[in-house]
């Protein structure tokens, strides 16, 4: 079952794949399927032999006569990332389409696991899933404890917009040891004035690269020398090709977060 709801099946294990998006293409080297990889989006760039997998489009706006010229046999998408009339059309023309919409560490893990069921690569997902599983265990024993700083994760500055507690940015925070100053928002990205960020104050901001230019970001935010997140220099530009991608090199981001949450605590313990 995929996350939209839908059974996905195919009759072999297949070999000619279609990738809609960033994670999805890195899983899919993760689990040692690349060489089944025909296409892929402008924006799935890692790891860096993907570029050698031919390009059908942007991410969100893939090229259906590209898609069908490489007569896949399976395609991966995200719910966020693929137009549900796209996968009906697909699904039409009798190409099957896995959807994932992972929201957290937990959702990796079964990505993996399902991603490793339709590939034929179930050993390969599951030791994933146990490394995964034991370097999270890692950051949560380090972390056990700490003070909590409140965090502001900006994903755009004009308007600003933020990562509440339901988008996968949000998880990320928690699973840091961070309390996110929009944990309690009914949206996953919602909208703050600046005045709401001055009211909030939080101890550090971050900011996602990706929707900024340069230092454009962090300077806007920077003009309001009163936050104490700027008073103390913690506003930090964040890689949102590690960030915002659910596969598993997030390990290496919440590393990061964790590190940046807790400065006080030994890095040692740290993968």
Request: glycine fraction near 8%.
């Amino acid at each position: 079952m995929d996350d939209l709801g839908r059974q996905v099946c195919v009759s072999k294990v297949p070999k000619r794949l279609i990738s809609f998006a960033p994670n999805l293409t890195e899983i899919i080297f993760a689990l040692g399927a690349e060489n089944s990889l025909v296409g892929r989006t402008s924006r799935c760039n890692r790891p860096s032999e993907a570029s050698r997998i031919q390009e059908i489009g942007a991410y969100l706006n893939p090229d259906l006569e590209r898609v069908m010229a490489l007569r896949p046999d399976l395609v991966c998408a995200t719910k966020t990332g693929v137009r549900e009339e796209l996968v009906h059309r697909l699904s039409e023309l009798g190409i099957p389409v896995f959807v994932d919409d992972s929201g957290s560490l937990d959702d990796i893990c079964l990505l993996l696991k399902r991603l490793g069921t339709l590939l034929g690569r179930e050993t390969e997902a599951d030791k994933l899933v146990q490394e995964f599983q034991k370097r999270r265990e890692v950051i949560r024993r380090r972390i056990e404890g700490a003070a909590k700083p409140s965090v502001l994760f900006a994903v755009g500055v004009r308007p600003l917009v933020v990562a509440g507690g339901k988008s996968f940015l949000g998880a990320l925070i928690r699973e840091a040891g961070g309390q996110n100053i929009a944990e309690n928002e009914s949206i996953p990205f919602p909208r703050y004035s600046f005045e709401e960020v001055i009211k909030r104050d939080p101890d550090l901001i971050l900011v996602l690269d990706k929707e900024c230019r340069d230092e454009e970001c962090l300077d806007q935010l920077r003009r309001y020398s009163t936050l104490r997140a700027v008073i103390n220099s913690r506003v930090y530009s964040m890689d949102a090709d590690l960030m915002a991608r659910p596969a598993p090199r997030i390990l290496e981001g919440l590393e990061l977060l964790a590190a940046i949450f807790h400065p006080e605590l030994p890095r040692g313990g740290l993968h």
